[in-house]
């Protein structure tokens, strides 16, 4: 019985990490194939010593539409705090894929805002 040999495919990987308050990822569209992507976004801010009224908030959209919100009081005076979230998302073959994720603050600072998405094979 033969065997059919799978083409050596590495697993598309898409990062942009900024210093501000908005992060874009553009994930161009595959013709040939469907995609499903792990997204993974990450907040870190630096609170200020002597803000008790601090905080923090992620949106994440995709392709325009609101996907995730989130609003927390910053924690660790003069330290980092953060927020994070997680999804899949499958990209049927052909079209691109757009990711934006925007942060907002009282307080506290944007140190990083992360966009990355993996392909899961």
């Known amino acids: 019985m033969a065997s059919r040999a799978k083409p050596d495919s590495k697993p598309e990987l898409w990062r942009t990490e900024v210093g ?22 990450s907040l870190l801010v630096r609170v200020p010593e002597e803000n008790a009224q601090a ?19 910053s924690s660790c005076p003069g330290q980092t705090d953060g927020l994070d979230y997680h999804c899949r998302v499958v990209l049927e073959a052909g079209p691109a894929l ?4 925007v942060a907002g603050t009282r307080g ?3 140190q990083r805002l992360l966009i990355e998405a993996r392909e899961d094979l």
Do not use: M, S, Y
Not at 20 to 41: E, Q, W, Y
Not at 98 to 101: L, M, N, V
């Open 98 to 101: 757009r990711i934006r994720a």
């Open 20 to 41: 501000d308050a908005v992060a874009v990822l553009n994930i161009p569209g595959a013709l040939k194939r469907p995609r499903t992507f792990d997204i993974d976004v």
């Open 108 to 110: 506290a600072v944007v």
């Open 55 to 73: 905080w923090h908030e992620l949106t994440l959209e995709i392709d325009g539409k609101r996907q995730w919100h989130r609003r927390i009081a």
